[in-house]
Antibody
Framework: EVQLVESGGGLVQPGRSLKLSCAAS????????MAWVRQAPTKGLEWVAS????????YYRDSVKGRFTISRDNAKSSLYLQMDSLRSEDTATYYC??????WGQGVMVTVSS | DIQMTQSPASLSASLGETVSIECLAS??????LAWYQQKPGKSPQLLIY???SLQDGVPSRFSGSGSGTQYSLKINSLESEDAATYFC?????????FGAGTKLELK
């Protein structure tokens, strides 16, 4: 059974940093592109970033480019999202996804002073 | 960026009815279209991928069709558990983009 468990969320002030982690199990992690998708409260879904099998290629939405960094550790079957210079508009539930197939339960990030 | 226009925004139907939800892409997405179901407080669950392929474990009353820029999700014989919000996603090119969602209510 595929399991994705996100952690690292919380309340953070604007301009500060936060790092999200996703522990994956139940599939061969290195065989899949991974991604982060977010959903602001009562809003729709927004793709944030994706990373290739070995981490050699990364892709970001324009609004997070230069502030967020997606990375992975295949030996640990883990995905990460380093979020710097956080803004109020980054407030959302962040989901770790296996391509488009499977989603974690999500972790809440609130950016507020 | 590819824009995904999803319709209708909301839908009310009775048990046993059949409903359809549409997604229109601003350019050809070559069947790279997925459909999700999301219930309140839960993460989205994949129903359909590559426009018409049914994800394992998803009831056969769900089906997807379409090509080019026009895609649809059909739900036959509605059951009470189908009350949810449905989203489409294009994964043809980055940035991936979602439809705004369709909230399905059961009468």
């Amino acid at each position: 059974e595929v399991q994705l468990v996100e952690s690292g969320g919380g309340l953070v002030q604007p301009g500060r940093s936060l790092k999200l982690s996703c522990a994956a199990s139940g599939f061969t992690f290195s065989d899949y592109y991974m991604a982060w998708v977010r959903q602001a409260p009562t809003k729709g879904l927004e793709w944030v970033a994706s990373i290739s099998y070995d981490g050699g290629s990364t892709y970001y939405r324009d609004s997070v480019k230069g502030r967020f960094t997606i990375s992975r550790d295949n030996a640990k079957s883990s995905l990460y999202l380093q979020m710097d210079s956080l803004r109020s508009e980054d407030t959302a539930t962040y989901y770790c996804t296996v391509g488009v197939l499977y989603w974690g339960q999500g972790v809440m990030v609130t950016v507020s002073s | 960026d590819i824009q995904m226009t999803q319709s209708p925004a909301s839908l009310s139907a009775s048990l046993g009815e059949t409903v359809s939800i549409e997604c229109l892409a601003s350019e050809d997405i070559y069947n790279n279209l997925a459909w999700y179901q999301q219930k309140p407080g839960k993460s989205p669950q994949l129903l359909i991928y590559y426009a018409s392929s049914l994800q394992d474990g998803v009831p056969s009353r769900f089906s997807g069709s379409g090509s080019g820029t026009q895609y649809s999700l059909k739900i036959n014989s509605l059951e009470s558990e189908d009350a949810a919000t449905y989203f489409c996603l294009q994964d043809s090119e980055y940035p991936y983009t979602f439809g705004a969602g369709t909230k399905l209510e059961l009468k």
